[in-house]
T-cell receptor, first 115, second 112 residues
Framework: NAGVTQTPKFQVLKTGQSMTLQCAQD?????MSWYRQDPGMGLRLIHY???????DQGEVPNGYNVSRSTTEDFPLRLLSAAPSQTSVYFC??????????????FGPGTRLTVL | AQSVTQLDSQVPVFEEAPVELRCNYS??????LFWYVQYPNQGLQLLLK??????LVKGINGFEAEFNKSQTSFHLRKPSVHISDTAEYFC??????????FGTGTRLQVFP
């Protein structure tokens, strides 16, 4: 299994540009989520999904859109990039089928710079 | 509000010395606790987790943590650190939901 994969690894955007960060998992996990990591702030939840067709907002959703058309993919869209969105973005997935809390598996991250 | 506090942003230590990284969470009846490690320019890797049962949890790379409900703490310990343990460590909590709440991280720097 490849686990959780993210593309691209690095991206530079100009203010106002749009782009999509890709996330895919091959573990048949129902739960997927996006976090951003900023110095001194830990990881903050942007959006999450508990299954195909179901998404919800996390702690910092403004400026980001998501959709979940398949179990495997959970893309994150920046509609109009701003310098405040310069960050490292992590995607994670978890299996909601077990009876205990479900460990989240993280991708390698995408480092985004907005000029 | 539900929160996780890692009081130490940086912890410098010499190789082979013991280390403790502190984590406190806001009180709740039901809680799951995690420690993740992030090596430079990499993603997060689970070190250990507490879901239920024994309050002393052992993880990978010789790390362990103790769940203390009365003090709402989940401190991470290692009796003897190595240079390779240099990384950032994140404590995280789930209050019986799908969401993980992360602390701000502790950077462990091990010196020879």
């Amino acid at each position: 299994n490849a686990g959780v994969t993210q593309t691209p690894k690095f991206q530079v955007l100009k203010t106002g540009q749009s782009m999509t960060l890709q996330c895919a998992q091959d573990m048949n996990h129902e739960y997927m989520s996006w976090y951003r990591q900023d110095p001194g702030m830990g990881l903050r939840l942007i959006h999450y999904s508990v299954g195909a067709g179901i998404t919800d907002q996390g702690e910092v959703p403004n400026g980001y859109n998501v959709s979940r058309s398949t179990t495997e993919d959970f893309p994150l869209r920046l509609l109009s990039a701003a310098p405040s969105q310069t960050s490292v973005y992590f995607c994670a997935s978890a299996d909601r089928g077990s009876s205990t809390y479900n460990e989240q598996f993280f991708g390698p991250g995408t480092r985004l710079t907005v000029l | 509000a539900q929160s996780v506090t890692q009081l130490d942003s940086q912890v410098p230590v010499f190789e082979e010395a013991p280390v403790e990284l502190r984590c406190n969470y806001s009180s709740s009846v039901s809680v799951y606790l995690f420690w993740y490690v992030q090596y430079p320019n990499q993603g997060l890797q689970l070190l250990l987790k507490y879901l239920s049962g024994s309050t002393l949890v052992k993880g990978i790379n010789g790390f362990e943590a103790e769940f203390n409900k009365s003090q709402t703490s989940f401190h991470l310990r290692k009796p003897s650190v190595h240079i390779s343990d240099t990384a950032e460590y994140f404590c995280a909590v789930s209050y019986n939901t799908d969401k993980l709440i992360f602390g701000t991280g502790t950077r462990l720097q091990v010196f020879p």
